[in-house]
């Protein structure tokens, strides 16, 4: 069973940064991808941003230029540099990793950014 854990979401100004880590654990065999969704209050979940284990990125038109998702030092873990935020950035973010061919979600962290 494979556990997604996030962390460093928070409240932050307008213009700000934040930066999202988040730690796969478990029966990971190998981990092909790993990323970011979105989810505002009243909207459906939304790609942020995803890199693969060879370290190609994708992300959101929204947030390109803007955020920067890196895979760590330690295996299956994964980072969301956030800079330059918005108020549509207000979110729930949540964590996947995809480890052979299932997929696995964080429990999300809130990010706010306030004017």
């Known amino acids: 069973q494979v556990q997604v854990v996030e962390s460093g979401g928070g409240l932050v100004q307008a213009g700000g940064s934040l930066r999202l880590s988040c730690v796969a654990s478990?029966?990971?065999?190998?981990?092909?991808?790993m990323g970011w969704y979105r989810q505002a209050p009243g909207k459906q979940r939304d790609l942020v941003a995803n890199?693969?284990?060879?370290?190609?990125?994708v992300y959101a038109e929204s947030v390109k230029g803007r955020f920067t998702i890196s895979r760590g030092n330690a295996k299956n873990t994964v980072h969301l540099q956030m800079n330059s935020l918005k108020l549509e950035d207000t979110a729930v973010y949540y964590c996947y990793v995809i480890s052979l061919r299932t997929t696995t979600w964080g429990q999300g962290t809130l990010v706010t950014v306030s004017s």
């Open positions: 890199v693969d284990a060879s370290g190609s990125a």
């Open positions: 478990g029966s990971i065999f190998m981990t092909n991808v």
